[in-house]
């Protein structure tokens, strides 16, 4: 039996991936657990494993071809086959690559509903249909071997592979590796990658005197020239073309719906204080941050209609409380995602937090870690903002976005007083969520705050 | 400029140096009456007589020894091995003796000496006698290695190691001994040791090789040119000491590097130049330096085996495509 080996799903918003290299070439033989190529998805290279054992009989694309996800890549030729004979016979596209848009309608399910509904409580993100499917037709891969890919991608870790010379000419012309894209094996960035960066960023410069002499006239005062402060162009990463692309998605797709609420966080100030104190031996100090994760978590099992999905003609109740946690990294924006947060202490909270945003800045995040997320936070606390709407983290239909906690003056029983307040707002789908469905999950969510004790009921 | 084979270069060498210094003497197995197992001192014994044309018995580590105590004592020994595999019979004077004596005895010792002989994996000679043994005697201090690709350059470079006051290793190839060449006549005329040599220009890639996979790494750069693929190959020539600025100045304009060796890969010559590449040149390399050598295996008998141990031109070529990431 001939296997038609498509375009792997690396990432829970990946769409197409780049095909860095192969690692094969027609005719080799191919064991299962070969590495066939390398993909660049929006988030990081990833190798592509084969599940079967065969010989290569037809590649369909070539290295740097942008591939879309269920798109047929190559052909194995099974025992007894002739690989060439095959190729001629496979060669054009196949049955699969034409049902890829039948797939694709399911994708969103496997994205946002994830881990839910079939997978054993506690399982979490290792879930059945939480791993990445690499699109193979077998399809009998065993969650074990996917999450060997995903170690795959942590070995790649946050280092920036480059050869000495791309570092040496990035250092003496001041730019940062992280901006540019390796074409090198494995990502590398080599000699090339940075003089094409530098050729776009040059054409900025190039661009400003022809702005100023576009009138033909002299200037009325004499502009001295301004120290060397070249104004640049950096070409956008895959990240960043991943969160533009989506953001400008949720703007367009989704009616929103803004709820905010001011919350007393004396209780829970205290609280942190004594347990923290506790804590002190265990060394573990949880943050204002782990309180509200956990008291969303509750409050979300408490109104199913905010841990969900939007979809065409039904809305998808998922079954687990899997709560994404907005991290910022150095070139964007990144969700890694703590599973059954609500049935989680504050220190599993703390510590999964903790080891999640490390992962995440350090660009190890296996795609189990950021996939399946029910609804996501936003935590702008600890730079002092007060008070802002975050956007949809689609398809989730809720998203809710923290501010600082701070002494405020409050009215007490017509009385000022100081008091530790917190602003939280919610954005919701107004197509799922109505503004009272809004409200009463941001009441509860105060109200378990507010009486952090109500919790434990 | 006559166009004459490397045996006759090699002739000619020792002929014009004995000729201009008649401390110089040619001393090996069959050298004299037999003209030389390959034919190397052919009309030297009618030439020169056979007090400087001495034929010795099987007896290695004997002729070696005599030829250290004559250079000793202010001869210039030209000493042949039949083959280079003989060598490790007397390699107890060669490292020991000839390699030391300068630094042992404080500097009163010179051994003015020329160890020379063919070598390299040939036709179907067998294991024992397709040695290739530049990089063991590249490892000891106190001795020059020398391994000349065309008939101009073993002329040049006998000549440079038969003046050279210090004992040198002049390894020649058994397949290039019947190669022509265009050689100057001239009488002065030597390659001196330690001066690599860029046998072709390219800006793409370079390709460190000496002896005859000088002549595989051409081969391999013609082809890859038809792919537009501009390979620069460097011919070391000699191997100890390196000619580093020769090496620097072309991984510096070309960023890439393969090194392409007859002997095997693990601690060949290549490994010990790759190290000083990456010490002297780490932030000019654009990828790893590659490495063709031959499969690790004694040399089998067999001669498509013998030439599937071989680097040959299309692992030449898959190499620098490799470093291209091509």
Known sequence: MPVEVTMAKLSPTMESGQLVKWNVKVGDPVKEGDVLAEIQTDKAVMPMESFDDGTVALLDVQEGDEVAVGQRVLVLAGKG?????????????????????????????????????????????????????????????TNGQQGGNGNGAAAHGGRIRSSPLARK???????????????????????????????????????????????????????????????????????????????????????????????????????????????????????????????????????????????????????????GIAVALDGGLIVPVLPDADRLGLVEIRQGTLALAEAAR?????????????F????????????????????????????????????????LVAGQVMTVTLTADHRAVDGAMAAEFVRTLKGFLEEPASMLL | MAVIQYREALNQAMSEEMERDDRVFLMGEEVAEYQGAYKVSQGMLDRFGA????????????????????????????????????????????????????????????????????????????????????????????????MPSTPADAKGMLKAAIRDDDPV??????????????????????VPIGQADVKREGSDVTILTYSRSVMTSLKAADKLAEEDVSVEVVDLRTLRPLD????????????RCVFVEEDWYYCGIGAGVADRIYRAAFDELDAPIQRVAAKDAPIPYNRTLELDILPNVERVVEAVNSVLYR
């Open chain 1, 169 to 323: 000419i990035a250092e003496s012309k001041g730019i940062d590796l992280a901006q540019v894209d390796g074409s090198g094996p494995n990502g590398r960035i080599i000699r090339s990658d940075v003089e094409a960066f530098l050729q776009n960023r040059g054409a900025a410069p190039a661009a400003a005197p022809s702005g100023d002499g576009g009138a033909g006239t002299a200037p009325k005062m004499p502009v001295a020239a301004s120290p060397a402060r070249e104004t640049r162009r950096v070409p956008h990463s895959r990240m960043r073309k991943t969160i533009a692309q989506r953001m400008l998605q949720a703007k367009q797709a989704a009616p929103e719906i803004h709820v905010t609420a001011d919350i007393r966080m004396d209780q829970i100030v205290s609280l942190r204080e004594r347990l923290n104190a506790q804590l002190s031996k265990q060394k573990v100090k949880l943050s204002v941050g782990d309180f509200v994760t956990k008291a969303v978590a509750m409050s979300l099992r408490a109104h199913p209609g905010l841990n969900a999905t939007y979809e065409a003609d039904h809305m998808v109740l998922h079954g687990q409380v899997n709560v």
């Open chain 1, 376 to 415: 996501t936070i936003s935590n702008l606390g600890m730079y002092g903002v007060k008070q802002f709407d975050a956007i949809l983290n689609m398809p989730e239909v809720g998203i809710l976005a923290v501010g600082a906690t701070e002494p405020r003056p409050v009215v007490e029983d017509g009385q």
């Open chain 2, 169 to 190: 290793i002049f390894i020649e190839h058994e397949n290039l001994l019947g190669d022509k060449g265009e050689v100057p006549d001239d009488p002065d005329f030597v």
């Open chain 2, 244 to 255: 580093m600025d020769t090496i620097l100045a072309s991984i510096t304009k070309t960023n």
């Open chain 1, 81 to 141: 086959e002739d690989p060439s004979q095959l190729a001629e016979q496979m060669k054009g596209g196949s049955a699969k690559a034409e049902a890829a848009p039948a797939e694709k309608k399911e994708e969103p399910v496997a994205a946002g509903a994830a881990a839910g509904t079939g997978a054993a409580p506690g399982a979490g993100a290792q879930g059945a249909s939480g791993g990445p499917d690499y699109g193979h037709s077998t399809g009998s891969a």
């Open chain 2, 51 to 146: 007090r400087r044309i001495v034929d010795s018995p099987i007896s290695e580590n004997g002729f070696a020894g005599i030829g250290i105590g004559a250079a000793m004592v202010g001869l210039r020994p030209i000493i042949e091995f039949m083959t280079f595999s003989f060598s490790y019979v007397a390699f107890d004077q060669l490292v020991n003796n000839a390699a030391n004596m300068r630094y042992m005895s404080g500097g009163q010792f010179s051994v003015p000496i020329v160890f020379r002989g063919n070598s390299g994996i040939a036709g179907n000679l067998g294991a024992t006698h397709s040695h290739r043994p530049e990089a063991l005697f590249s490892h000891f201090p106190g001795l020059k290695v020398m």
């Open chain 1, 362 to 374: 350090g660009n190890t995040l296996t795609p189990q870690q950021m996939m399946g997320s029910t």
